[in-house]
């Protein structure tokens, strides 16, 4: 991907999380707080942290279980980790599976 066409899409991305927090009932903004809200702030996009790197898959996947919008638990695998190093620092950032996809009403069904 090009960096103009990165940036755009970080920015497009930022944008209707902006619109999201302004205007969805599941905002975390108090409704009376929202006309004062004018966006987030974003640290400016920077292309010296964007990175392509190989996934490390565990042997063991242990879960953890999260609790959705919706009020129900979901259990994420925890499926491996990327390994970068950033000024110096050696890095891991784990990655998670989200396996068992519910659809709800007016959701695509994306399994299919």
Request: net charge negative.
């Amino acid at each position: 991907m090009k960096v103009n066409e990165w940036e755009n899409e970080i920015k497009m991305e930022r944008k209707q999380k902006d619109i999201f927090f302004f205007s969805h009932p599941q905002s975390p903004i108090l409704a009376e707080k929202k006309y004062a809200f004018e966006g987030l702030d974003y640290y400016l996009p920077d292309q010296k942290y964007v990175f392509e790197i190989e996934l490390h898959e565990h042997i063991t996947k242990e879960s953890i279980n999260v609790p959705d919008t919706q009020g129900n638990e979901r259990e994420f695998p925890r499926w491996g980790e990327f390994r970068f190093k950033i000024h110096d620092t050696e890095c891991k950032l784990q990655a998670y599976n989200w396996l068992k996809v519910p659809v709800y009403a007016g959701e695509k069904d994306y399994k299919k």
